[in-house]
């Protein structure tokens, strides 16, 4: 029986490159950049699509792989600004991929439904009624999530957490696919087509709805920056609509928030319609990357057996370029907290003295299979994270708060 299961197990795989080597390619530009034109034509020909002419797919410096893949507003000479509640992109509903008629506005529940939905336009290829998004999403790198790692990967991270005593905890990442696909919805494991479409949907996702143009945007939390709000469907059928908060000029990248409604934004509660208040850890988790300044930290120093111990901050920077921390008046630290903190940098420190040494033991060089060594971009995605983590946890002790300052506190 082995062969036979080995053998169904390639061919259940092997769906994803299939479906790539059918796809049409995906539209660049002359520097080889992504530009979704044929994902803007494609919504603009129904009748409740629309996407401004303004807006421009692409990297932020084009040509420079390091530089940001989003939207932005074109440079191009006349082009005008996108004006305050002006529409940025409306997604008719036939063109959004979600749980279909489960669809509720105000459910925020992870969604069975949309993954196999999901999967399913995924495993279509370029017959999908999709076809333009799906060519996209295709086109998507994967392993950008902690919880898609290698083993190894997954291993060292956990360490560098010391296996849940530091965010983002176990449950965010660990057996998130395990707990909520396989078991939660009665997911094949053998199918990979459905785990890129969990983790598709899990980065870009607006609660249970999948939407293109939308998902592009690249996030912040910076008052000066972020320039958008968003509107979910009413109900099945009706429009998703993307629209500017304030005039953004040409050249100008266009933002969203994907934690607007955390305690550390300024945004109106008001236009907060999906909620999202994650941490910045838990964003790492979810999203794979870790968001600039400002940043929400929420730390727990309780030990296993004992009762929650949050310990919950903001992390911002002035203007002059000082680092600011203001405390959530429920999670205000104390000296056992101090403590933990304090072990916690000291240990992180002292891992990073032994980088050297650990990168040789750990990181598959060049040409090398190991399956207890991890690629190079999960490496530096790890280090990446101690970088933030570290310098939370030292602000966290250098700007404790002062029992006298009702400032330092939220």
């Not at 999901?118 to 950008?144: C, D, I, N």
Request: proline residues 6%; glycine residues 6%; aromatic residues 12%.
């Amino acid at each position: 029986m082995k062969p036979m299961i080995t053998n169904v197990t390639l061919i259940i795989l092997s769906i994803a490159t299939i479906a790539r080597a059918k796809l049409a390619p995906v539209p660049l530009d002359e520097h080889g950049d992504y530009t979704g034109s044929d994902l803007i034509e494609w919504i603009n020909s129904h009748p409740q699509g629309y996407v401004h002419p303004s807006v421009r797919i692409g990297r932020a410096t084009p040509g420079d792989p390091t530089s940001m893949l989003g939207l932005y507003v074109s440079s191009a000479p006349g082009t005008a600004p996108i004006e305050e509640d002006e529409i940025i992109a409306r997604i008719p509903w036939s063109h959004l991929i979600g749980p279909g008629e489960e669809y509720q506005k105000m459910n925020f529940q992870f969604s069975c439904a949309e993954i196999r939905n999901l999967a399913t336009e995924l495993t279509k290829g370029e017959e999908s009624q999709y076809g333009p998004y799906v060519r996209y999403l295709l086109s998507q790198k994967r392993g950008t999530m902690p919880g898609e790692w290698s083993k190894a990967g997954k291993k060292f991270f956990a360490k560098l957490l010391d296996y849940g005593d530091l965010p983002p905890y176990e449950e965010e990442w660990v057996d998130d696919y395990q707990r909520n696909w396989i078991q939660g919805c009665n997911g094949n494991p053998d199918n990979d087509m459905e785990k890129f479409a969990y983790y598709l949907a899990s980065s870009r996702d607006e609660d249970s709805l999948m939407v293109p143009i939308y998902d592009m945007a690249n996030h912040s939390n910076d008052a000066k920056k972020l320039n958008t709000l968003s509107f979910k469907p009413d109900k099945v059928g009706k429009s998703f609509r993307f629209e500017a908060s304030r005039t953004i000029h040409p050249g100008e990248e266009i933002y969203n928030s994907y934690n607007r409604c955390n305690p550390c934004s300024d945004a109106n509660f008001n236009n907060c319609e999906s909620f999202s208040s994650q941490p910045t850890p838990d964003m790492f988790a979810h999203f794979g990357f870790i968001e600039q300044l400002p940043q929400y930290w929420r730390f727990d120093a309780a030990e296993d057996d004992e009762e929650s111990d949050e310990i919950e901050m903001c992390l911002s920077q002035k203007e002059g370029g000082e680092l600011e921390v203001m405390w959530m008046k429920h999670g205000l630290p104390d000296e056992v907290d101090f403590e933990f903190l304090n072990k916690h940098l000291k240990r992180l420190q002292e891992m990073y003295l032994n980088k050297e040494k650990l990168e040789q033991k750990w990181v598959l060089r060049d040409g090398e299979e190991n399956v207890k060594k991890m690629p190079r971009r999960e490496w530096d995605m790890i280090w990446w994270y101690y970088e933030e983590l570290t310098r939370a946890i030292d602000s966290a002790i250098k700007y404790a708060p002062d029992e006298d300052a009702e400032n330092d506190e939220l």
